[in-house]
């Protein structure tokens, strides 16, 4: 049988060994960041992990009451959503985000994201891979990925001298 001393000795072996291979502990305080504009029709965003080698990025997303999130389609990975305020639904599917849903979208769909009109919503959000988004034609007019975003979030900072939180970045 094990005692409390060796299973801390253990612990404190295990620490030591997985220390040397993993990455330092990040931290970032998304009440302290600003919201960014993520689109001209009332979406904002905080930024809160850029992954340059896996390509995903983790944002508090919030859009205001009734507004609309283009259509758009993920591509290269899911996301995955959880609704911390308000709701929204997509024009195209027959459910409804309300708080504390969780969302998974597959790679590939298409969908249009609506706000609730009284309510707005902000929701994290966790995007692997790109969001394409298109006009009525159905002809990409942008596309956002880690790089693109973690662009917008420097320029941003640049722009209203605000020093960019490295923390952010894996």
């Known amino acids: 049988m ?7 000795t253990i612990d404190k072996k295990m620490n030591e060994f997985t220390e040397r291979f993993m990455l330092p502990d990040r931290v970032s305080h998304s009440p302290e960041m600003q919201w960014m504009p993520f ?11 850029f992954d340059l080698t896996t390509g995903l990025w983790i944002m508090l997303f919030k859009v205001g009451k009734g507004a609309v999130l283009s259509r758009h389609r993920h591509t290269g990975g899911s996301v995955t959503g959880y609704v911390i305020e308000g709701k929204w639904h ?14 998974f979208e597959p790679p590939g769909d298409i969908h249009t994201l609506c706000a609730d009109p009284e309510l707005g919503m902000t929701t994290l959000f966790t995007v692997t891979g790109s969001i394409q988004f298109f006009d009525d034609n159905g002809s990409i007019t942008r596309e956002d ?21 490295d923390n952010l970045i894996f």
């Not at 997509?90 to 969302?103: Q, R, S, V």
């Open 145 to 165: 990925d880690v790089f693109t975003m973690y662009k917008r979030y420097l320029y941003y900072c640049e722009e209203y001298g605000i020093e960019p939180n």
């Open 2 to 8: 094990e005692t409390q001393a060796s299973t801390r």
């Open 39 to 49: 689109s001209d029709d009332g979406c904002w965003f905080k930024p809160l992990r």
């Open 90 to 103: 997509y024009l195209e599917k027959d459910w409804e985000a309300n708080e504390g849903t969780l969302i």
